[in-house]
């Protein structure tokens, strides 16, 4: 496998691990405790200690097996830490729930944040079916103060456990809604993710169920392309940061999401075949994140390096979702000083983004099947009712002009994306 493009925290924290010793102190004492002035020498800490996801954990951390988290206004611990947790696949049904009618504010076609896509969930009564409490109140958000506790996190090298104890570090709630019975947590996202950071749920648990009698129930709401994934999660030894538990999952859309098979046989039987474009051809399974990646760009532009940072991608990754969206001429690349790549939605990428669900995916689709790899293996799936293998889609793959493939290697891998995108296409389906 080829060396792994460093990114500029990785740079940065192999010069703080160099400079500290950092790898001999966690070997010796099981920790090392960072200051931000020593983060700030060689980049600002809001950019190098905050990781929400696994994958983008500095390389020299991913190697050692460390993780970081705040445990104070000023300082974070290092040490091999179990920081993260792997989101499950569910059911994928989804539940209706439309907006009022008379609600003039919010667009249910447009939903451009965390804080809209929260006020969506609860003016349409998703929060209360989920959390089935009859009437909600929004209470308190933003940033706030830790307080002091301890906790114990599971050792991510050697097994059993390690003990860590915050004080006063700055915490973050995007939404809190309390009824009756209960007031829950809401960490929100509208980027897609395989795992998320326990720290975003476990902290702001143990400063409210310190000061509230009712339950506290942590939730992960995750907004993409016109979906509201809710998860519920429990901790059932509020001591142990690894104790958390998912209790419950469900979707919802405050859309009309119904699309059936005659919908794609038309969107196929409607759109002609066109050449193959200069862009590389896809090395991206997962066709959800080619439309979350134009979700995020779609408010602002956003260097490669910010799309890595900032979403759950590392920087291969980014190439290949900005290359698949840049084959089916949603995106576009230019190129600032020193030759850094920007990506920037294309004028079709904005026309289709704009679209209310059911247009938005039929439009993805026919994008997808102008493609003569990607129309003729779904022309198979359709009439065998079963998905070629691989060594048949590279024969599809042959016969239709692809560019810049290379060895025969690189088709049987750029394979599953074709299989990935026809499969996500038929899930569109609803029986």
Not at 145 to 152: I, L, N, T
Request: some cysteine.
């Amino acid at each position: 496998m080829s060396e792994k493009i460093k990114s500029q925290n990785d740079k940065a924290w192999e010069s703080l691990f160099e400079k500290y010793a950092i790898l001999s102190h966690i070997e010796r004492d099981g920790k090392f405790i960072i200051s931000s002035p020593q983060i700030k020498e060689y980049r600002e800490p809001r950019l190098m200690a905050k990781f929400d996801h696994y994958i983008n954990l500095p390389q020299i951390f991913a190697k050692n097996k460390l993780a970081i988290l705040p445990i104070s206004r000023r300082e974070y611990i290092i040490s091999h830490f179990e920081a993260y947790q792997p989101f499950e696949a569910l059911d994928k049904s989804i539940t209706q729930a439309p907006l009022l009618a008379e609600l003039q504010s919010l667009d249910a076609n447009h939903i451009p944040s965390e804080t809209i896509a929260m006020n969506c969930a609860w003016a349409s009564g998703i929060l209360s079916d989920f959390l089935e409490e009859d009437m909600l109140y929004p209470t308190v958000s933003g940033r706030m103060g830790s307080g002091q506790f301890d906790f114990k996190i599971q050792n991510s090298c050697v097994g059993g456990q390690i003990g860590v104890s915050v004080n006063n570090s700055q915490i973050e709630i995007d939404a809190a809604y309390e009824g009756a019975r209960s007031l829950a947590l809401f960490e929100a996202k509208r980027d897609l993710s395989e795992d998320f950071l326990v720290r975003q749920l476990y902290y702001p648990y143990r400063v409210w169920r310190e000061r509230v009698t009712k339950k506290v129930r942590p939730v992960f709401l995750v907004y993409s392309n016109g979906i509201f994934s809710l998860y519920e999660y429990e901790f059932q030894n509020p001591d142990s940061y690894n104790s958390l538990a998912l209790i419950k999952h469900k979707n919802y859309s405050i859309v009309d999401t119904a699309i059936g098979v005659l919908d794609l046989q038309d969107v196929a039987s409607r759109t002609q075949i066109v050449p193959e474009p200069e862009a590389p051809f896809p090395q991206a399974n997962s066709f959800e994140r080619v439309i979350n990646i134009c979700e995020l760009l779609n408010t602002r532009d956003l260097s490669r390096e910010q799309v890595t940072e900032e979403y759950a991608f590392d920087i291969r990754q980014t190439n290949y979702y900005t290359d698949a969206a840049r084959y089916l001429g949603l995106l576009e690349r230019h190129y600032e000083e020193a030759r850094k790549p920007m990506y920037s939605l294309s004028d079709l990428g904005r026309r289709i983004m704009k679209l209310n669900y059911k247009q938005r995916q039929l439009a993805l689709c026919a994008l997808i099947l102008r493609h003569r790899a990607f129309r003729e293996t779904f022309e198979f799936r359709m009439k065998t009712g079963v998905m070629p293998d691989a060594a048949t889609i590279v024969g599809i793959m042959h016969r239709s002009s692809l560019s810049k493939m290379g060895s025969e290697s690189t088709y049987f891998r750029r394979s599953s994306t074709i299989s990935g995108w026809v499969n996500w296409m038929l899930g569109l389906i609803e029986e």
